[in-house]
């Protein structure tokens, strides 16, 4: 988190770190209900905007900052990659970030305390967005559409058009072989 970025006090993902501030081995547990910020997902599947996310978050003091761990519930809806069938799941993400003091040594793309506060939605968005599937199913065994006609397979799994005729013999279905039967 660069320096010049100012934190949103309102934000439900900004928390505050004051007590832990310094005294590494003290800890404070957190458990809150935000809601998700905007674009917390890929163009098939995410979290919806303003939905709530379940955070269990452990908050510990060490020595070059303070360690965030926990997990993040949220609800998933997606479109399903094979059916096209619009879902929603529940689904758990696991949290983990160290936050620097500002004069502490770190990378630059480290996460930072700034006013003695945090921003989780880096972390969240890490946690979140790079662990969700390219490619979202429904369910594992989803049998996707029927090729000639786009019919979900899932509902109907026998789902057939008939016998198939080879278009190079389609004519001959149409020839009367009644009659040619008699003469031999």
Known sequence: MNSHHHLDHRSPLVLEVHELARRAGTMKEIHRVAEAPADLGID?????????IQLDLRLESVVEGVLVTGTADVTLKGECARCLVDFSVEESFDLQELYFYPEKEAEEEASRIEEEMIDLDPALRDAVVLDLPFTPLCRDDCLGLCPDC??????DPDHSHGEEIDPRWGKLSDLDVSGAEDKN
């Open 150 to 155: 786009g019919f979900v397979l899932n509902g």
């Open 44 to 52: 098939m599947i995410g979290v919806p905007q303003g939905s709530d």
